[in-house]
């Protein structure tokens, strides 16, 4: 199970005293609010955040010990991430998507479909992308109509595609 979630990329430096701009990888901005501290790269080391505003849909940051512009353009392209601990609560029927990448697809008349191997995430809704064995691809929009049950536990989702959906 996945222990860290990518919540962002620092995609550049915003000023001369440290800040940054992060490119937001989250369905929720503002969950960088709440943000105290965050693991950086590929090593997740720790950073502590000093604070946190936003411009258009980008989060400008503040961090901690981060206090000049060369300093800050170290950290260009290198992704946030949080611990799962660190987490907002789900709400019913919310799954993490990296839970859920590789769950098996069946549909509601239990024909094996593929593996759910992405989620491409849209403002309207998420689309799920199945990859069947011979690694054809199929695009289910992520809506109760045409994906009545996802069981996390069981790693197992379950379809209802309209004709030329999976054909």
């Known amino acids: 199970m996945i222990t860290h979630f990518k919540i962002g990329q620092i995609v550049n430096t915003q000023g001369l005293k440290g800040e940054v701009r ?29 604070r946190v505003r936003y411009k258009g849909n980008m989060v400008i940051m503040k961090i ?23 987490t907002r609560e789900l709400e019913e ?3 993490f998507i990296a839970d859920m990448i590789g769950m098996e ?36 929009p992520a809506t109760m109509k045409f994906v009545p049950s996802i069981d996390i536990n069981e790693r197992k989702m379950i379809v209802n595609p309209i004709k030329g959906m999976i054909d």
């Open 93 to 95: 029927g919310e799954f």
């Open 64 to 86: 901690k010990g981060i206090d000049i512009i060369e300093s800050a353009e170290k950290l260009k392209n290198k992704y946030i991430y949080v611990s799962r601990e660190e």
């Open 105 to 140: 697809v069946f549909t509601v008349d239990n024909n094996y479909v593929g593996v759910l191997s992405e989620v491409l995430q849209y403002a309207a809704n998420d689309v799920y992308v199945i990859k069947n064995d011979e690694d054809k691809e199929f695009l289910i």
């Open 22 to 50: 992060v490119y937001p990888l989250t369905d929720d901005i503002n969950r960088f609010d709440e943000l105290k501290y965050f693991y950086l790269g590929k090593e997740l080391d720790k950073y502590e955040v000093e």
